[in-house]
């Protein structure tokens, strides 16, 4: 019998959950139809693979569009082509936005403004707050919601939980998994005075590590009284990673590229503000331990905490300076340079950025590639090297603290729900972003 598909991307190796070996997909109807050899079959397009890696779509867990009220940085729509241009098929996106993300009104808001003008598919995180725990069980149910995030260390944006009395109220009515910034408030307040004007090297010296794994420590132990279950946010120290390997029952962790990649002082004394971010990127020993935690199975997922300034605001004199980096179109080159340096496996990487969300977030048929699911699909060169520009950054902030550096390995191809959006360095499909589902958000 002559199968017929609407797409069939020809003699790719495609990374699946048996492995990587050359094969056919079929695409119907945006779903995966069939893998493997369908040399008799028929389509309306046939994409030639041959000598490229199709992976799962990549999702980043962590972005911060920016959309509403501080449209001057980036917007829905910048910001999910700069997703798509790196790769990315589909964002979770955070509530510190103007007004901020932690009402029905605001977070209906967001979807509607998502919806066919992403060019990724998206969840939005609602904000945990003092004053709306009495609707965040309703809240983390919401179509398109990717659960609860809360700050209990102050970064970009007015919300701020800091204390133990308040968190406790939030996690006695959640349910699903809720995600954390996790930096004490009260020793950050102490340590100001520990930051140098004009100094950035200064920034992980104020949010130093003690900082970090206080506050972790914290939400481990109301989780674990609670019954319920923890994210954190972009691990920045030694210590979180060998604290949190004895806590992995209540306990999940991300780690971006930035904290994998970058090291201080050298970053500060190289790109002064550009590589200011909450929590700091730390020393060497540091980020060293991180990629243990990468090794060990430690850290559960990759989230770039894409988080855009204007290059004019990066440029006031620090601390005014304002903390973030973009990130979700540099994700995928910058870990697949880690991954040909033999500092991950491709598999793993494929763990870290679609299986390991999926499995983490119960998100419905995304994160492989299997008959059923949505045919989303990270296309790279493992071999092809290029050098990461500002001016190839599609983001409304135009730059980059990757500028000038020479990668291997490039994201050619990203398909969205069958759908082919960008493909060797150009946009080619208008943008048809939809929210993500998740198995504890379906709907009769």
Not at 207 to 225: G, K
Not at 257 to 262: A, E, G, Q, V
């Amino acid at each position: 019998m002559n199968q017929r598909f609407d797409t069939i991307l020809k003699s790719g190796t495609v990374v699946n959950q048996d492995g990587e070996a050359i094969r056919d997909i079929g695409i119907s109807n945006g779903r995966i139809a069939a893998i493997g050899g369908l040399g008799q079959a028929s389509a309306a397009e046939t994409i030639d693979c041959k000598g490229l890696h199709i992976l799962p779509g990549v999702i980043d867990t962590q972005v911060h569009f920016r959309e509403p009220g501080l449209t001057q940085k980036e917007d829905l729509e910048t910001g999910s082509r700069s997703a798509v241009m790196g790769g990315v098929t589909a964002v979770f996106e955070m509530p510190n936005t103007d007004p901020l993300t932690v009402t029905e009104a605001t977070f209906s808001d967001k979807i509607k403004r998502a919806h066919h003008r992403m060019h990724c598919d998206f969840a939005f995180f609602i904000g945990g707050t003092r004053d709306n725990v009495a609707d965040l069980p309703e809240l983390e149910r919401a179509p398109g919601c990717a659960g609860v995030k809360v700050f209990i260390g102050s970064s970009t944006g007015a919300l701020l939980v800091e204390d133990d009395e308040s968190l406790r109220r939030i996690f006695a009515v959640i349910k699903r998994r809720a995600a954390f910034h996790a930096e004490d408030e009260y020793r950050l307040n102490e340590r100001k005075s520990l930051r140098i004007e004009g100094d950035p090297r200064s920034h992980p010296v104020w949010r130093d590590e003690t900082a970090a794994l206080m506050a972790t420590q914290r939400l481990v132990n109301i989780a674990r009284e609670s019954g319920k279950r923890i994210h954190v946010l972009h691990i920045s120290t030694k210590q979180e990673i060998d604290y949190l390997r004895d806590h992995k029952d209540v306990a999940s962790c991300e780690a971006t590229p930035h904290h994998l990649t970058l090291v201080a002082p050298e970053c500060y004394e190289r790109l002064g503000t550009h590589a200011q971010m909450n929590p700091p990127v730390r020393s060497a020993d540091h980020r060293d331990r991180i990629w243990y935690g990468i090794e060990q199975g430690i850290i559960d997922v990759l989230g770039s905490d894409h988080a855009p300034h204007t290059l004019e605001e990066k440029a006031k004199t620090y601390p005014a300076s304002p903390s973030g980096m973009t990130g979700v179109q540099t994700l995928v080159p910058v870990m697949l340079d880690h991954v040909n340096a033999g500092r991950l496996s491709l598999a793993r990487f494929v763990d870290l950025s679609s299986a390991g969300p999926a499995r983490l977030y119960n998100i419905t048929t995304k994160g492989r590639i299997a008959a059923g699911y949505d045919a989303d699909f990270t296309v790279v060169d493992l071999k092809r090297s290029e050098t990461i520009t500002n001016k190839w950054v599609a983001s409304k902030a135009g730059w980059t603290p990757y500028d000038g550096m020479r990668v291997t390995g490039w994201p050619v191809g990203t398909f969205v729900r069958g759908k082919r959006v960008m493909w060797q360095g150009e946009l080619t499909t208008p943008s048809t972003g939809e929210p993500v589902r998740f198995l504890e958000t379906l709907t009769a």
